[in-house]
């Protein structure tokens, strides 16, 4: 399971690109409407990379269960933070990403 480890940092480099193209839209939109949505276009990109390592890291997580292995209480508490961390910034910067493109 060491490999949760780089899932969960490539997430989180996944949600700081994520952030940085949602800010960047939200603070060009009212001088330039175009270059906002291609700051966003490029957040929602950065979107879909999150969702398919959160989905790999799922993935991943229930073939160790299936196999009939128990996760570490330990390493099972971490992931449930982290999860509930990145699905909380993950959704502030959705709502900046739908801003900017209103």
């Known amino acids: 399971m060491l490999i949760m480890k780089d ?3 490539s997430i989180r ?4 690109d994520v952030k940085k193209y949602a800010d960047l839209a939200a603070k060009v939109k009212p001088s330039d409407p175009q270059l ?9 990109a950065e979107v879909t990379h999150v969702d398919k390592l959160h989905k790999a890291a799922v993935d991943l997580i229930n073939k160790y269960t ?3 292995k128990e996760i ?3 390493m099972k508490s971490i992931w449930e933070f982290e999860h509930q961390m990145m699905i ?7 709502r900046i990403l739908e801003l900017a493109n209103m």
Not at 13 to 16: H, R
Not at 36 to 44: D, F, K, P
Not at 88 to 94: G, I, R, S, T
Request: net charge negative; charged share 35%.
């Open 36 to 44: 906002a949505r291609t700051y966003a276009e490029l957040g929602g």
């Open 7 to 9: 899932i969960v940092k």
């Open 88 to 94: 909380e910034e993950l959704a502030d910067a959705k």
């Open 13 to 16: 480099e996944e949600l700081k």
């Open 72 to 74: 570490p209480p330990a």
């Open 66 to 68: 299936a196999s009939g």
